[in-house]
């Protein structure tokens, strides 16, 4: 029976996982690794808004578990030697340079990771992909771990997280299943055994699937592409009602009454963020791309066109609408996170429409709960549009959504959070000039209230 598991990353995915794990099994010693000091430091705080990553429900996990058999750390190599069990957990952005520029995924960090094993280890260790990687990435890992020549043995195991920002630690307690692959030999099989019986501990054993390892890390780039192809279904039907006079919101509800169908994943949005969609869906058209399998590239490449669209015809309806220019004219903005209920901002919708609209010389006034300036202008500078003064001049950020609208032209809700639907919107409006324009890129608000009080409401979609 495994006792002693590490986590190489302390990121979104590594860092809830682990407390999850660590709570629900406290026999088993959990060591959280990584090489950033200030986020391991941050883990390590005693004060729970310091913790890196903001979930409800986070930590309170952690407080519990943490110092009992859930630690964080920047010793990498002791933490490898002590475990039985590696999770790899770094992450696997689009890589920037080279072959396969902006599709591919970038896979140095987890090249890293497994020659920091193959170095360190002295007895056998099972490795378990918990990153989204492509398929066939453990053939890989297993190249480098296997050709150590000190006689350890390796297992690698994929068992991909599918867990969403923003309810993690509820998807964790409840997941709708748990994908573990594994190699179909008998060591393989003896390693995927030990990885069920830690998630047996609170998961049922009929939502615990087992697979062969290439099916696993398939599924996970599947499920995402799937997930992601229904936004940007719904975003096309959105611009389509538009026009028509239909209702996108009508419109998903008859649709998601048909039991094949189902009514998840169908909210029409500003366009889908977050760190994953984006990047799942490239490395999958590159990977289809890499077979000669053009059709299947271009097909998955669709969710993502349409998606920039979408984010795209935002902000330029924006600026249709406020007279053709905003120029000088101050934007609200509430809402940074690419959804609700995190801190995360990465490929956040918001990003891209403050750029469109700075670049028009709008002045962008930003309010959102969880979110602090210096990540807002990080994300705009990493655009590298213009220089990092010019987005400092032309967006500033608020700690309420009031002064965040006062005197402004208009206003974008950009994500979902549930406290901008408990505003007095009466006071809003009647501190900003006329006409006050909202334009809901979430479709959270009130249409009726709101145009009674006198705004020009414009959502997605209808
Ligand atoms: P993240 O950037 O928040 O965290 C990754 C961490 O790994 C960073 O703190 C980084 O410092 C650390 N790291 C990188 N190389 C290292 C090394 N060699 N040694 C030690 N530490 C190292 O990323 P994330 O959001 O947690 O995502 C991690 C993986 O999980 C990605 O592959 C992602 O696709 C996948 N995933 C993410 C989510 C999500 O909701 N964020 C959900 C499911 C799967
Ligand atoms: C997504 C998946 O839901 C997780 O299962 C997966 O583990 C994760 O990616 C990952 O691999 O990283 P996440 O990106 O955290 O999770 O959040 P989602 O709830 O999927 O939302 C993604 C984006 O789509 C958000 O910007 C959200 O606002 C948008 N969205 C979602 C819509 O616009 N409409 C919807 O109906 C649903």
């Known amino acids: 029976m495994i006792k002693n598991i590490c986590c190489i990353g302390a990121g979104y995915v590594g860092g809830p996982t682990m407390a999850v794990i660590a709570q629900k099994c406290p026999h088993i010693k959990v060591t959280v690794v990584d090489l950033n000091e200030e986020r391991i430091n941050s883990w390590n705080s005693e004060d729970e808004n310091e913790l890196p990553v903001y979930e409800p429900g986070l930590a309170a996990v952690v407080k519990e578990a943490r110092g009992r058999n859930l630690f964080f750390s920047t010793a990498v190599d002791q933490a490898i030697d002590d475990a039985e ?55 890989a890992i297993k ?27 509820a998807d964790l307690f409840q997941p709708d299943r748990v994908l573990i692959g594994g190699d179909t030999t008998p060591e393989g099989q003896k390693a995927i055994q030990a990885l069920v019986d830690i998630y047996a501990n609170w998961v049922p054993q009929d939502k615990i699937l087992t697979t062969n390892v290439w099916s696993s890390e398939l599924s996970k780039l599947t499920a995402n592409a799937f997930l992601a192809q229904r ?27 048909d039991s094949r169908i189902g009514p998840k994943f169908l909210k029409a949005s500003v366009g889908f963020g977050g760190s994953c969609f984006q990047k799942d869906i490239l490395n999958l058209v590159y990977i289809a791309k890499s077979y000669g399998l053009h059709e299947v590239a271009d097909y998955w490449e669709q969710v993502i066109i349409m998606n920039d669209h979408q984010k795209r015809r935002f902000a330029k309806n924006i600026i249709k609408t406020l007279y053709n220019t905003v120029s000088g004219k101050k934007i609200a903005f509430l809402g940074w996170a690419f959804k609700k209920d995190t801190n995360d901002t990465r490929e956040s919708a918001a990003i891209y429409i403050a750029n469109d609209l700075i670049s028009e010389q709008a002045s962008i006034a930003v309010f959102d709960p969880k979110v602090e300036e210096k990540q807002i202008l990080k994300d705009l500078n990493a655009l590298e549009t213009r220089s990092a003064e010019t987005n400092q001049k032309g967006i500033q950020t608020f700690q309420n959504s009031y002064d965040a609208c006062e005197k402004a032209h208009a206003i974008a809700v950009l994500t979902e959070w549930d406290e901008f639907k408990t505003y007095d919107w009466q006071k809003i409006y009647d501190n900003m000039l006329k006409p006050a324009f909202i334009f809901d890129g979430r479709n959270l608000l009130d249409k ?3 145009e009674e009080i006198g705004f020009v409401y414009q959502a997605i979609g209808s």
Do not use: H
């Open 448 to 450: 009726n209230k709101l």
């Open 85 to 139: 069990m590696i999770f790899i957990s770094v992450n696997t952005p689009t890589k920037t340079y080279g072959v396969g520029k902006g599709m591919a995924a970038d896979l140095k960090y987890i090249e890293l990771c497994a020659r920091q094993i193959a170095r360190v280890a002295k007895s056998d260790k099972i490795v378990v992909e918990k990153s989204t990687l492509p398929v066939r990435t453990a053939s």
């Open 231 to 257: 936004v940007s279904s719904i975003n096309a039907m959105s611009e389509l009602c538009e026009q028509t006079g239909a209702d996108v919101n009508e419109v998903a509800k008859a649709i998601g009454l």
């Open 143 to 169: 190249d480098i771990l296997t050709n150590t020549g000190n006689g350890v043995q390796f297992q690698i195991l994929s068992n991909p997280e599918f867990l969403a920002e923003g309810t993690a630690v």
